[in-house]
Structure formats: structure tokens, C-alpha cells
């Protein structure tokens, strides 16, 4: 990554790219493409949910988008009550038309962020947060975020998380991304892999597995798993306790 933390997107750049893409999001059968075995993540994080609090009844899923995770959580455990939150109303909008032609339960949509976002303490049963961590800049607002998303968690709840990551040790993470390159050039040629890694030095500013670990139970959860690790991607959560 080249773009320096104050040269990033702002908010408003990447809603506006988002409020363009709903339906690159909307594909329950594979997930996101550009993201590295995304059906499988999102079939385990859920999977975890509701192995984790099989009696859940309030879930909010941040950064829902087209509402994919959400959708693959009412498989599992249905009714529930659903706070969808997105900064981008086209996708919100989408996600509501989805999700409210299955759910038994309320679906409430706010479009906000997760950081002022008015919400709940001690609530959501189950967290979801599917690939929209990695906007988060520096270390300040990890914490600051993580120590929310910990405040925002019934006890006995649990987060689950989905994300692009980075790696501690330089070499690896060279090698790392190098592969994810090769990934995206087999889906789409060069150009494909030119397009994605802009947007992503521009917009994101990913963490390693370890770092979000050790920020999960510096803010207080227990019972930290990883689910599934590949390239550049990982799937990855915690518990908070009763």
C-alpha cells in the first residue's frame, strides 16, 4: 500500500463507489469474486454465529451491503431481528428488499457509520462485519471501533469478522498479495488486477490477523477463533463473555 493515511478516501469517496456497485454485492451463491474464497467465509462466519448463540434474536450486520451475510445467516437461525448499517443507501436499500422476503423477524435499516452510528449497548446477540474493517485508519480508530463493537455486544454475544488483511512480516506479506495479484488476473487479465489493488491502496488500510486478535481481547472478548486463512483474506471472531 502507497497512499498515505491522510491521502485516503474520505467516507463520501467510497460511499459514492459503493452507491454504484450494489449488484457486484448481491450474489448469494458466491459472495464477493475479487475476494478470495468469499463463499466459504461467509458460509463459516455465519456457520459460527449460530453454532456460538443458536437462541440469538438480535443481529447487526455493519457494512451489510447487499445483505449476502445476513441472508446466509437466516438459513441457520430464523426469525431474528436485523439492524442492517451501511454508509450507502442503494445498498441498504437492496439489502432490505432481500432480507425482509425471508426474515420472520424486524429488519431495520440506518444508514450510518459503525463509530457515531446511534445503537444499543449490551444488545446484538451476533455481529457481523463482512469486509468493511479494512476502511478503518490508524491504530486509534481500530481501538476505538473494536472497544464499540465490544460495548454494542449482548453478553454471551459474539462478533464475526470477514476481511482483507495484511501481513507482520514484509516479505510475506509481498508474497502474499503478489498471490492474491495472480488471483484477480485470472479472473479478469492485468487490467483487472490494476483496478482492484487502486481502489484498494486508496480506500483500505488493512491489519494482519494477529493485530485484530490481539485488538479483540485487548477491548474485553474471550473464546477468540480463526475460522479459515487464505492469501490475503480471513475469517476470524470472538465471544463476549455472559
Known amino acids: 500500500m502507497k497512499t498515505k493515511l491522510e491521502n485516503k478516501s474520505t467516507l463520501d469517496d467510497i460511499r459514492k463507489r459503493f452507491d454504484n456497485d450494489v449488484e457486484r454485492f ?24 449460530a453454532a456460538s448463540n443458536p437462541n440469538a434474536k438480535y443481529l447487526l450486520d455493519i457494512g451489510c451491503g447487499a445483505g449476502n451475510n445476513t441472508l446466509k445467516l437466516l438459513q441457520y437461525i430464523n426469525p431474528l431481528n436485523c439492524d442492517l448499517l451501511d454508509i450507502s443507501k442503494p445498498m441498504l436499500d437492496r439489502a432490505y428488499q432481500r432480507i425482509s422476503a425471508v426474515n420472520k423477524g424486524a429488519v431495520s435499516i440506518i444508514q450510518d457509520d459503525i463509530r457515531v452510528a446511534p445503537l444499543p449497548k449490551n444488545h446484538y446477540d451476533i455481529i457481523l462485519a463482512a469486509a468493511v474493517l479494512h476502511h478503518l485508519r490508524d491504530d486509534n480508530d481500530w481501538e476505538m471501533t473494536f472497544s464499540r463493537i465490544y460495548d454494542l455486544t449482548a453478553p454471551g454475544g459474539c462478533i464475526w469478522i470477514t476481511d482483507i488483511v495484511s501481513h507482520e512480516n514484509q516479505e510475506v506479506n509481498d508474497m502474499m ?66
Open 26 to 49: 448481491s450474489n448469494l451463491e458466491t459472495g464477493q469474486q475479487a475476494t478470495i474464497d468469499a463463499a466459504l467465509s461467509m458460509e463459516l462466519i455465519t456457520k459460527a454465529a
Open 177 to 242: 498479495w503478489n498471490r492474491y495479484g495472480n488471483y484477480l488476473e485470472g479472473l479478469g487479465g492485468a487490467e483487472y488486477r490494476k483496478k482492484v489493488f487502486g481502489y484498494i491502496d486508496i480506500e483500505d488500510t488493512p491489519r494482519p490477523v494477529s493485530y485484530q486478535i490481539d485488538l479483540l481481547r485487548k477491548v474485553g472478548f474471550v473464546s477468540v477463533d480463526i475460522l479459515h486463512k487464505n492469501s490475503c483474506f480471513a475469517a476470524f471472531g470472538a465471544q463476549k463473555e455472559k
